[in-house]
DNA sequence: AATTAAATCAAACGATTGATTCAATCACTT
DNA sequence: AAGTGATTGAATCAATCGTTTGATTTAATT
């Protein structure tokens, strides 16, 4: 029972790791089955489709990401009567789960952070997942419109959509500045990548208005 | 001769559309020869093979774009012995190009710009073509360091790739916040996101240095 | 008009995809 | 130990993919 991993989890680890790598277009169920050493017919037995493993993979992950968040966030709001939280700190509880804390091993970052990466890079086979996100997403626009009251609804949107392009291109890897910056320094240092994206969205966010 | 498009150009311009609309991976050669009312054999004489219709198809693209961004660089660089180029400028002359200006109808930036979002999402299948963008990008950095001289290398690097993230999900058309805003404001107003996403971006770049 | 090259055509190739079938096997209760 | 439902195995399904073929038509050259 212990040693043994039943062949649900066996097929949403080998997924896991091909979606990270390949991507989930370029996965076919037989390279999962092939990685999980399990029948095929498996798959549809306890998923049903590959719809559904896709859903099943990126749930198991996107559950403690979002709990990982609000945790951060919970953390800052309850601080808020003494001391009100800033913008940094806000942006850096939404990046740092996903871009460096809250792993095990290097290994399991890599894996994490390119398994989210596909979230942005194929958009069509993960359409379905996005929703998981919702909730937090709106609980830290609160956030974040509390301590800039200055911004508008929209001002507030359209920089938390450009805070997400932030966010997903750090987690991309084969981008011409990315191969550059692997040039340039060897491996990436994801606790530098964190402060340097929170450091450079913060920023943004705290920029002045303008009249569009 | 005139009112008669050649196969070539057929080819091209049905195959960019459905690029545009459903993406490399999603688009087959069938679907292309059907629109482009051609022989599924005309592709591969004329192309060789998938992969370099997509590099015909984004080489068609790039080139203009390349050459509008060094334009807009180019009267930067002549204007700096009266006037020093600011930031703004300079991240304006590497967005508006490809967000809102240089295109004859909102068709044909839709196109445009659903065409290069996909240099984002679909990486694999673009990887040969990110090279075009190369020398460019080489001379947005320069100009960008000259008037950021605090700036170290690794600064320029990591903060041009954000940028680069900023202009990627802009391009974007189905994440959750452009839905959401969608949803709010109605059509997207291309002028306001580049406004928005240059203001952004400079305050990124303008921010003082960290030690990391 | 004869010859040659360029371009297009219908048809089929082998490979791979997600999904399904149904018999064999397993784990567990009675 | 027998029986029962959950699970797995091997084989196969129809569909689609990018690519290739060889014949045929069109255009250019001599």
């Keep these: 029972?212990?040693?043994k991993k039943d062949t649900k989890t066996k097929i949403l680890d080998a997924a896991e790791e091909?979606?990270?790598?390949?991507?989930i277009g370029a996965t076919s169920l037989r390279t999962i089955i092939a990685k999980a050493d399990v029948n095929i017919a498996a798959i549809h037995y306890h998923f049903g489709s590959k719809k559904e493993v896709v859903t099943a993979v990126y749930a198991?992950?996107?559950?403690p990401l979002n709990q990982q968040r609000l945790e951060r966030?919970?953390?800052?709001?309850?601080?808020?009567a003494e001391k009100a939280p800033t913008?940094?700190?806000?942006?850096?509880?939404?990046?740092?789960?996903?871009?460096?804390?809250?792993?095990?091993?290097?290994?399991?970052?890599?894996?994490?952070?390119?398994?989210?990466s596909h979230l942005h890079t194929e958009p069509q086979e993960v359409a379905h997942v996005l929703d998981?996100?919702?909730?937090?997403?709106?609980?830290?626009?609160?956030?974040?419109?509390?301590?800039?009251?200055?911004?508008?609804?929209?001002?507030?949107?359209?920089?938390f959509m450009f805070m997400i392009g932030v966010m997903s291109i750090s987690m991309s890897n084969d981008h011409l500045v990315h191969r550059k910056l692997r040039e340039n320094g060897g491996e990436i240092n994801y606790q530098e990548l964190l402060q340097r994206a929170v450091h450079f969205i913060t920023a943004g966010f705290e920029a002045p208005t303008l009249d569009y």
Tied chains: 1, 2.
């Design 60 to 63: 198991r992950r996107i559950t």
């Design 132 to 159: 998981l996100f919702k909730d937090v997403f709106e609980l830290f626009m609160m956030a974040l419109s509390k301590i800039l009251p200055h911004l508008s609804k929209a001002d507030l949107l359209w920089r």
């Design 1 to 3: 029972m212990a040693s």
């Design 87 to 116: 913008v940094a700190e806000i942006v850096d509880a939404f990046l740092a789960p996903i871009l460096n804390c809250s792993f095990s091993s290097k290994k399991e970052r890599e894996r994490a952070i390119g398994l989210f």
């Design 73 to 80: 966030l919970e953390a800052l709001n309850t601080r808020a």
């Design 18 to 23: 091909l979606f990270s790598t390949q991507g």
